[in-house]
């Protein structure tokens, strides 16, 4: 579970994120939907403790991201927004380095690594050497090298940003498998049919603000829209953004 | 941690290592050294060595008979000199050539003093030792010559030399030898500089300009860890190229004529472990240095451009210890660099030293590499260095 209280962040004279508070729960895939620069990835770089808050702090799982950062980092899954792979490392090499740098290692580390070969579909690619790699192939390593410690909460900045179809299936795919299991899912967006697909609960920011908080009925119910879409804009109140 | 730090530092190496054009690189640039030495080495011993003859060309060997039996007798070499003599020594093909004008029998016969012209360049520093050796034999026949003169006259020679010079040249082949000598601490050095130059590069300034540094923070290892883990890589790195170096020089020193210059220098298996073990402790302040410069740089080409720069660093103690040996006193050991490089000039000049100026030296590297690895792992918990600057 993951919470977040009164986040405040400002870079200089730019406030980034003004104020942002939500409950992410387990099983339950959350997104965070907003247009470019409402302050999404700001907001989940100091959920994931890379981002110090000016003001506020968040808890995943309990544990304050301010005070203990390494013990929060534990149990996230991250993809960030950066998602750099090491050219000369094969998809394999990667999910192994990242499990070894969460202590895990010999039997329990070879069949968590094969575990996620075969869940997110990538054996055709895991021993060979990210040089080269699909965009599509590049997120699934990126995926891998994030959810091979097994976390109980996974953060995803935009992850399905330039997929093909094929590659976002995947990974709408993946995401529903990962709230089956009971994990605690937030994934920002700034395009409302992706949200509108996957999520049980929506809290869209804009301005560095949570405008609004809920289920997509509830959002409905709330504007009087009859379409998601109208309701986004009522909500965020100008069109700039939504669509994609 | 140290759990952590192998880990890293396993990755690191075995990435590096498939890079095959930038360990290439590192393998070259420590061979640079010794091949410069071979070169040196051998062009200084063949201008100087003695027992060559010296070829001396000359236009109008008929005109003088005895001055040419004379040299001939001395070992100079004669033999016709071609028809473009003069393009030939300022080309640098010859270094002299001797003329003998027609007038010199007639001149010679009538006890006046008859010319002969040694053509030389003397902008041409191989020449001079040759040029130098053809004008003393003239001498010495012009000498001996006018001493039979004088005999014949029933004077003493002596009277007619008021003053005799002597000469006594200080710059000895030894000397200019032991210039190149002093090249071997620099080249050290250097290689404990350039070894783990690309690896500093790539792992923190690179890392970030692919992308790869913000997943990497999100693991739970402590900032410390990753640090070191990288480091010392690097530092593997770097000590290779300085132990390559080395074994490059312990190769090369056999095929250097060093006893015909008079050189002395120690070049054996323990001189070697000396200088290793004065150098080796160099690479873990280079390496944490390289490190801090290339978090900060924004992209592995500036890394790359900064860390070119920071090369200088050894160079100018290097230089300057090359031209002018100092007067080594205690406390320059402890300068990062400038002790390393003046303790392998002592070892290789097969001084005793005791193990004090080696623990110096180790500790303050050993001190430099603390700082720089401290600061850099606090740069790592910094937004603007993680995200890079805008």
């Known amino acids: 579970m993951i919470e977040a209280r009164n986040l405040h962040k400002r870079f200089g004279a730019v406030t980034a994120v003004e104020d942002v508070s939500f409950t992410a729960r387990d099983g339950v895939i959350t997104g965070l939907l907003g247009p470019n620069g409402a302050g999404k990835t700001t907001t989940l770089r100091m959920l994931y403790t890379l981002v110090r808050p000016d003001g506020g702090t968040a808890l995943v799982d309990g544990v304050d991201v301010v005070q203990r950062p390494e013990d929060a980092r534990r149990a996230l899954g991250v993809l960030p927004d950066a998602r750099g792979l090491y050219p000369r490392l094969t998809a394999r090499e990667h999910a192994r380095y990242y499990g070894e740098l969460h202590g895990l290692s010999g039997a329990v580390l070879d069949k968590r690594v094969d575990e996620l070969i075969e869940l997110l579909d990538m054996k055709d690619i895991a021993d060979r050497r990210a040089e080269g790699f699909s965009q599509g192939q590049r997120v699934k390593v990126a995926l891998a090298r994030a959810l091979v410690h097994g976390p109980r909460n996974v953060l995803l900045d935009e992850p399905t940003n330039g997929l093909d179809v094929m590659s976002t299936r995947a990974v709408r795919t993946l995401l529903r498998q990962l709230k089956a299991e009971g994990r605690c899912v937030v994934f920002s967006s700034h395009v409302m049919q992706e949200v509108a697909a996957l999520c049980d609960r929506i809290v869209v920011v804009a301005h560095g603000r949570v405008v609004a908080d809920g289920t997509p009925d509830e959002l409905r119910a709330r504007t009087g829209k009859d379409s998601l879409e109208e309701a986004f804009v009522a909500t965020i109140g100008s069109e700039q953004g939504l669509m994609q | 941690m140290r759990h952590l730090a192998g880990t890293v530092f396993r990755k690191e190496l075995k990435d590096h290592l498939r890079d095959r054009r930038s360990v290439l690189t590192a393998v070259m640039f420590p061979l640079l050294g010794p091949v410069v030495f071979l070169v040196m080495f051998n062009l200084l011993a063949s201008w100087y060595r003695q027992d060559r003859p010296l070829e001396l060309p000359v236009v109008g060997r008929e005109h003088a008979p005895s001055l040419m039996a004379f040299l001939e007798r001395y070992g100079a070499t004669l033999k016709e000199a071609p028809a473009d003599y003069e393009a030939l020594i300022r080309s640098g093909t010859l270094d002299a050539v001797l003329i003998v004008p027609e007038d010199y029998g ?165 001189a070697a472990l000396g200088m290793a073990a004065a150098v080796l402790p160099l690479t873990l302040a280079a390496s944490s240095v390289q490190m801090w410069v290339s978090t900060y740089a924004r992209s592995f080409k500036e890394a790359q451009t900064y860390l070119s720069l920071l090369m200088v660093v050894p160079m100018l103690p290097g230089m300057v210890l090359a031209l002018s040996p100092l007067q080594t006193k205690l406390w320059m050991f402890a300068v990062p660099v400038l002790g390393q490089e003046l303790l392998a000039g002592e070892v290789m000049r097969g001084e005793a030293l005791g193990p004090l100026p080696f623990f110096i030296a180790a500790a303050s590297s050993l001190a430099v590499a603390a700082l720089a690895l401290r600061i850099t792992s606090r740069l790592l918990t910094q937004e603007r260095i993680i995200f890079g600057r805008g």
């Open chain 2, 106 to 270: 007639k001149e010679f016969s009538s006890g006046r003093t008859a010319e002969v012209q040694l053509v030389v360049d003397s902008s041409r520093q191989s020449a001079r030792h040759s040029t130098l050796r053809a004008r003393r034999l003239l001498e010495a026949y012009a000498g001996l010559l006018g001493n039979q003169r004088l005999y014949a006259r029933g004077i003493a020679p002596e009277l007619a030399i008021p003053v005799r010079v002597e000469e006594l040249d200080l710059s000895t082949p030894e000397r200019t030898a032991a210039g190149v000598l002093n090249m071997v601490p620099l080249f050290l050095v250097l290689a404990a500089f350039a070894g783990g130059m690309q690896l500093a590069s790539d792992t923190m300034a690179g890392e970030r300009e692919r992308g790869s540094l913000e997943p990497l923070l999100l693991n739970p290892a402590p900032r410390g860890a990753v640090v070191a883990g990288k480091w010392m890589a690097t530092v593997t790195m770097a000590a290779g190229a300085v132990l390559l170096t080395l074994v490059g020089y312990l190769l090369v020193v056999r095929r250097v004529p060093l006893e015909d210059l008079g050189v002395k220098a120690r070049f054996d298996a323990p």
